[in-house]
Every structure is written in C-alpha cells, then in structure tokens.
C-alpha cells in the first residue's frame, strides 16, 4: 500500500492563491495516476485538502468566493472523485453532518468549544479499494493544533 500525505495550499483570503491551488489539485492528480499505475499497489491520499466539499462540512453556509469553499475548490475536489477517488468518511457516512465530522476549527472566538469547524481533512481511496474502509472517525479528545487527529 502507499500512503500520499498532503498539505494542500490554502487559497487564501479573497482568493489570492487560487490559480496556485488549482494548479496543485491538477499536478496532485496525474501524480497520484502515475502511482497506481506504475506500482499497481493500493493508494490512499490523506490529509489536510483545504476544501470542505459540500456546504455539509461546514457549521454554516459561507459566503461565496470564501477560500476553502469556493466553487473553483470544490471543483478541484469532485475532480478526484470522478477519477475514481471515494472520499472515505462520506463513503461509511454519507448521512452524518455536525460537529462530529469536523477536522479543523478556527483558533479565534472559541470556535472548537462552540462546535463551529469545518471537515477539510480527508481520506480518499481509490472506489475499487473502498470496500476495505471500516472506520473513519475524528479523535476528539486528541488536541494540539486546529486541526483534529
């Protein structure tokens, strides 16, 4: 098995970095190509993906164009959907929203305590591995950073 970890680059307020990101989403997927088929092995891509893919992941509606969410981003993401790519957590869970779900929260106005995060921090596999996926959970009680374990 191989196992990509990643830290996507941030879009950044008002989306100053969205072409950069755009780009990194494109390079990532022909990469994460080149491993299936030059290893023929099982690969899992995992890691802070910067992207909340649907309004579910996240406490509340944000505005449009907000770096994270915006349209172009989540593009980007169903993109590796329709390479063959299933989203893990959505996959054991496709009903399951709130705080539970969420992987990253603010470090301003409380926002963890409050229960106001956003799950960005994803597990895809390739479809015809999904079957193998038993669990996929946030450890809350792991602290440390914004970001859950």
Known sequence: MIIVTVYVPNAQPGLARLEERMRWDTLLRAYLREL???FGLPVVLCGDMNVAPE???????????????????????????????????????????????YTYWSNFSGARAKGKGWRIDLFLIAGWERDAVREVRVLEEYRGSDHGA
Do not use: M, N
């Open 55 to 101: 309004d579910r992941d996240i406490h509340r509606k944000q505005p449009k164009g907000t770096a994270g969410c915006s349209a172009e981003e989540r593009r980007g993401f169903h993109a590796y959907l329709e390479d063959g790519w299933v989203d893990a957590f959505r996959w054991l869970y496709p009903d399951v929203v709130g705080a539970e779900t």
């Open 36 to 38: 299936r088929v030059e």
